[in-house]
Nanobody, 119 residues
Framework: QVQLVESGGGLVQAGGSLRLSCVAS????????VGWYRQGPGKQRELVAA???????NYADSVKGRFIISRDNAKKTVYLQMNSLKPEDAADYYC?????????????WGQGTQVTVSS
């Protein structure tokens, strides 16, 4: 079983920066894809950024050039550096780990961390 614990959310002014962290338990982190999703009020959850076990990265168009995802397999941690934050970035941010066991994909989710951006 995998548990994901996020931290780093908070209140920031527009134009500011935050770094989110997500620490995973278990032994599958290094061989799993991990990513960050967000869900704003009244909106569907959307992918923000993801990084594969091999280090390939994918970003939502809305955050390209502003957000950076990275991972530290030794620490079982994935980070999301968020720069030049905008009010529209405000949301609950969720860490995701996707594991392939040879037969099926399994998704694990953190509890979420709130990001508030004041204009």
């Amino acid at each position: 079983q995998v548990q994901l614990v996020e931290s780093g959310g908070g209140l920031v002014q527009a134009g500011g920066s935050l770094r989110l962290s997500c620490v995973a338990s278990g032994s599958t982190f290094s061989i799993s894809g991990v990513g960050w999703y967000r869900q704003g009020p009244g909106k569907q959850r959307e992918l923000v950024a993801a990084i594969t076990s091999g280090g390939s990265k994918n970003y939502a168009d809305s955050v390209k050039g502003r957000f950076i995802i990275s991972r530290d397999n030794a620490k079982k941690t994935v980070y999301l550096q968020m720069n030049s934050l905008k009010p529209e970035d405000a949301a609950d941010y969720y860490c995701n780990l996707r594991f392939w066991n040879g037969h099926t994909w399994t998704d694990y989710w953190g509890q979420g961390t709130q990001v508030t951006v004041s204009s």
